[in-house]
């Protein structure tokens, strides 16, 4: 069987799913990407058992038939010398040539008999919530940075989605901070008020989302949550663990609330990262008379910096992990930030004033002696 595909969008394709492949496996066959060829489409599909993902493109040759391609050629796909590439598939050995131009390749294929079944719940009856795949992409990214990557707190590995009345929420929390998205919709529920997703598997959904405007819908059936959107199907398994109320961590009033611009406290932060160190790359926040001072001191130098902000209540001063501080502000697009306060000990909280439902909130450093 020979198939004539457009290289780009071959290789797109597989460079999708290769999300999905498991770094390693006691699974040797899911280390492969399946490829089922069905009349019209050209289906390809990876999974690492916690995480599925299909693409499809277009195919006109009306055969059909299923091979399991060894993970090699993404790598020959992204090399590959030519806008056109010939699959020349014998499925009797399972053998594949990989032809364009010059190049040349025999791979070596295998039966996809005991290729494990994959969770597609696109023919759930529920109903599915249906958002903007840019919105979608903006809101995940706004929160997923803040959970954790220690296997040791596993429900802090993952994004929680809640929905209630006609509130949707996204929430994540490695114990040290915080990020909370809240959007006021009635048509946005899913069956079940809480779904705790994989960090992880957000995190790659973010590589696939794109940035232009085009509908995907979200679906859920038990222990499964997936998004479809054209061409590409990803589904995850949800986390079972119980995730703990943050609320009360959320102080009702702050002591002191400053607003400043976003991109010039970014740049700030950034400079004093050069010269923080230990584990919490420490740095000094001082507000006073509508002034924010940074200050940084270590066995490379120092340095200090004003910036002009609006301040609303006391004087204070804390000790912050500069990363913690940077990784909002690099996701954060509007131009003026506001920053709470809760006195001697208590969090700093990131508010935007364009969205009222976001909230970001860092534990301070206890001070250095």
């Given at each position: 069987?020979?198939?004539?595909?457009?290289?780009?969008?071959?290789?797109?394709?597989?460079?999708?799913?290769?999300?999905?492949?498991?770094?390693?496996?006691?699974?040797?066959?899911?280390?492969?990407?399946?490829?089922?060829?069905?009349?019209?489409?050209?289906?390809?599909?990876?999974?690492?058992?916690?995480?599925?993902?299909?693409?499809?493109?277009?195919?006109?040759?009306?055969?059909?038939?299923?091979?399991?391609?060894?993970?090699?050629?993404?790598?020959?796909?992204?090399?590959?010398?030519?806008?056109?590439?010939?699959?020349?598939?014998?499925?009797?050995?399972?053998?594949?040539?990989?032809?364009?131009?010059?190049?040349?390749?025999?791979?070596?294929?295998?039966?996809?008999?005991d290729y494990p079944v994959t969770f597609d719940i696109t023919s759930s009856q529920k109903k599915p919530i249906n958002i903007d795949q840019k919105?979608?992409k903006s809101i995940i990214k706004s929160v997923v940075f803040a959970a954790s990557n220690e296997e040791t707190r596993p429900a802090f590995n993952?994004?929680?989605?809640?929905?209630?009345?006609?509130?949707?929420?996204?929430t994540a929390s490695d114990t040290y901070r915080l990020a909370i998205k809240e959007l006021k919709d009635d048509k946005w529920s899913l069956d079940?008020?809480?779904?705790?997703?994989?960090?992880?598997?957000?995190?790659?959904?973010?590589?696939?989302?794109?940035?232009?405007?085009?509908?995907?819908?979200?679906?859920?059936?038990?222990?499964?949550?997936?998004?479809?959107?054209?061409?590409?199907?990803?589904?995850?398994?949800?986390?079972?663990?119980?995730?703990?109320?943050?609320?009360?961590?959320?102080?009702?009033?702050?002591?002191?609330?400053?607003?400043?611009?976003?991109?010039?406290?970014?740049?700030?932060?950034?400079?004093?990262?050069?010269?923080?160190?230990?584990?919490?790359?420490?740095?000094?926040?001082?507000?006073?008379?509508?002034?924010?001072?940074?200050?940084?001191?270590?066995?490379?130098?120092?340095?200090?910096?004003?910036?002009?902000?609006?301040?609303?209540?006391?004087?204070?001063?804390?000790?912050?992990?500069?990363?913690?501080?940077?990784?909002?502000?690099?996701?954060?697009?509007?131009?003026?930030?506001?920053?709470?306060?809760?006195?001697?000990?208590?969090?700093?909280?990131?508010?935007?004033?364009?969205?009222?439902?976001?909230?970001?909130?860092?534990?301070?450093?206890?001070?250095?002696?």
């Amino acid at each position: 069987m020979q198939i004539l595909l457009n290289a780009e969008h071959f290789k797109s394709c597989l460079e999708i799913v290769e999300k999905a492949l498991p770094a390693r496996s006691t699974m040797p066959v899911i280390s492969n990407i399946l490829l089922d060829i069905n009349n019209d489409f050209l289906n390809f599909s990876a999974t690492n058992l916690e995480m599925f993902i299909k693409s499809r493109m277009d195919y006109e040759g009306g055969e059909s038939g299923k091979i399991l391609l060894p993970p090699k050629i993404v790598d020959i796909m992204r090399y590959f010398p030519t806008d056109k590439v010939t699959l020349d598939i014998n499925w009797d050995n399972y053998r594949i040539n990989v032809s364009g131009g010059s190049a040349n390749f025999h791979l070596y294929g295998s039966n996809p008999e005991d290729y494990p079944v994959t969770f597609d719940i696109t023919s759930s009856q529920k109903k599915p919530i249906n958002i903007d795949q840019k919105k979608l992409k903006s809101i995940i990214k706004s929160v997923v940075f803040a959970a954790s990557n220690e296997e040791t707190r596993p429900a802090f590995n993952g994004v929680l989605l809640s929905s209630h009345e006609n509130t949707f929420s996204l929430t994540a929390s490695d114990t040290y901070r915080l990020a909370i998205k809240e959007l006021k919709d009635d048509k946005w529920s899913l069956d079940d008020n809480h779904s705790l997703v994989p960090a992880r598997s957000m995190r790659e959904l973010l590589r696939i989302l794109g940035e232009h405007n085009a509908n995907i819908l979200i679906l859920r059936e038990k222990n499964i949550l997936a998004f479809q959107l054209e061409g590409v199907y990803f589904a995850t398994r949800l986390l079972e663990e119980k995730y703990p109320d943050v609320s009360g961590v959320i102080p009702n009033d702050y002591k002191t609330r400053i607003i400043l611009g976003r991109k010039d406290f970014e740049d700030t932060i950034n400079r004093a990262s050069l010269l923080a160190e230990g584990k919490n790359h420490a740095v000094n926040i001082i507000v006073n008379n509508n002034q924010l001072e940074v200050k940084v001191s270590g066995q490379e130098g120092s340095m200090e910096e004003m910036l002009p902000v609006v301040q609303d209540g006391e004087d204070i001063e804390l000790f912050a992990n500069t990363r913690f501080v940077s990784d909002v502000l690099k996701i954060i697009e509007e131009q003026k930030i506001i920053v709470d306060f809760h006195g001697d000990g208590g969090p700093l909280i990131f508010r935007i004033d364009e969205d009222p439902g976001y909230l970001y909130l860092v534990l301070p450093i206890k001070k250095l002696n």
